[in-house]
T-cell receptor
Framework: GDSVTQMEGPVTLSEEAFLTINCTYT??????LFWYVQYPGEGLQLLLK?????DKGSNKGFEATYRKETTSFHLEKGSVQVSDSAVYFC????????????FGAGTRLFVKA | EPEVTQTPSHQVTQMGQEVILRCVPI?????FYWYRQILGQKVEFLVS????????KSEIFDDQFSVERPDGSNFTLKIRSTKLEDSAMYFC????????????FGPGTRLTVT
């Protein structure tokens, strides 16, 4: 079945460091891909999305490119801030049947000042 | 911007009791979903709902769970006889075809079963 695999955390970085969180997926058909962010004690916020191959999603300095050939959607940011500390979830939404969203396990990011 | 709302934000119940979690999806959306997140774990799909019937459900969504759209605005998740392991954050989401089925999530209801 469809699945999402993302790198395990926690990831600890210093402020202004470069961030990469790897995400790969397995899916039939052509899913849409998403990154969600969850701050402590809060719900899920959509960070960025890409709906077809080679699309690049971007928001708040984060970006990710839908790579069909490598079935990947890695999240990157050039310079992280302390306020970026959160859990990041890679996810896909199927385009058949119930259109459910399948989430990766989440990667916790700590950014130190 | 329209948003999905959920009530209550936190529900505490005793094992064996019935609970109903409520959601108000975005008004012109046609597809509705429930997900859960056990503390510290990943978000898991429970059920999708379209045209007044279940489209798909996971193996988690057993006979203890049911969903309903009792009127034109609410979407509910009922757990008939809660177990300790039902303690989790429950998220409602909705989507529509015109936005590529992008799902909008509510803030969640934290269910604590004691």
């Amino acid at each position: 079945g469809d699945s999402v695999t993302q790198m395990e955390g926690p990831v600890t970085l210093s402020e202004e460091a470069f961030l990469t969180i790897n995400c790969t997926y397995t899916a039939t058909g052509y899913p849409s891909l998403f990154w969600y962010v969850q701050y402590p004690g809060e719900g899920l916020q959509l960070l960025l999305k890409a709906t077809k191959a080679d699309d690049k999603g971007s928001n708040k300095g984060f970006e990710a490119t839908y790579r069909k050939e490598t079935t990947s959607f890695h999240l990157e940011k050039g310079s992280v801030q302390v306020s970026d500390s959160a859990v990041y979830f890679c996810a896909l939404t199927t385009n058949t049947g119930g259109f459910k969203t399948i989430f990766g396990a989440g990667t916790r990011l700590f950014v130190k000042a | 911007e329209p948003e999905v709302t959920q009530t209550p934000s936190h529900q505490v119940t005793q094992m064996g009791q019935e609970v109903i979690l409520r959601c108000v999806p975005i008004s012109n959306h046609l597809y509705f979903y429930w997900y859960r997140q056990i503390l510290g774990q990943k978000v898991e799909f429970l059920v999708s709902f379209y045209n007044n019937e279940i489209s798909e459900k996971s193996e988690i969504f057993d006979d203890q769970f049911s969903v309903e759209r009792p009127d034109g605005s609410n979407f509910t998740l009922k757990i008939r006889s809660t177990k300790l392991e039902d303690s989790a954050m429950y998220f409602c989401a909705s989507s529509d075809r015109d936005r590529g089925y992008e799902q909008y999530f509510g803030p969640g209801t934290r269910l604590t079963v004691t």
